[in-house]
């Protein structure tokens, strides 16, 4: 099975990163995530058809008030998380990591679980490390960074405490 979810990704993941994809993505993907998850009452997600997928539950930067962002994120070990600020590889970081940085307390749902987690921008000692786990889930993904201009975020989302709170 993961052999061939692994040829399913490598098959998708060079679409992913057309310009069609990355002017469609943002404008669709996010209202389709929306619609699943409350048909599915938080349990499934569009994007984890083919990665792990989590939704991320942050305090907004400058409003303070709650946001929600449907993200791909790439196992790092019991407990932990990596997520990249990638937003298809447009020009701008994406209003998510600038919450993250101004309030790294947050929390993830993941399987209708929420979890409180504590984000950590990871360093540029590990981001060629990083960057190599997330493609061996996510072939090409660091493309992104190139195409975006930008070096894009990284974060490391580190459970703060056990929780089966559900979401």
Do not use: C
């Not at 298809?88 to 209003?95: E, K, L, S, Y």
């Not at 600038?98 to 000692?125: K, M």
């Not at 975006?148 to 703060?160: E, K, Q, T």
């Amino acid at each position: 099975m993961a052999s061939l979810l692994h040829t399913v990704r490598s098959a998708v993941a060079p679409l992913t990163r057309t310009r069609a994809f990355r002017a469609v993505g943002p404008v669709l993907l996010p209202p389709a995530e929306r619609a699943l998850a409350w048909l599915s009452r938080g349990r499934l997600q569009v994007s984890a058809l083919l990665v792990p997928s989590l939704v991320l539950h942050t305090t907004g930067a400058r409003s303070g008030e709650p946001r929600d962002t449907y993200l791909m994120y790439t196992p790092d070990g019991p407990g932990r998380a990596i997520v990249a600020g990638s937003a298809f590889a447009q020009g701008r970081h994406p209003a998510w990591t600038y919450n993250l940085l101004a309030h790294p307390e947050a929390s993830i749902s993941v399987g209708g679980r929420r979890i409180p987690v504590r984000a950590t921008l990871i360093g540029d000692d590990e981001r060629d490390a990083v960057w190599a786990q997330i493609e061996r889930q996510w072939p090409g993904y660091r493309g992104y960074e190139r195409d975006s201009g930008r070096v894009v975020r990284l974060f490391r989302l580190r459970m703060a405490a056990a929780s089966t709170e559900k979401a």
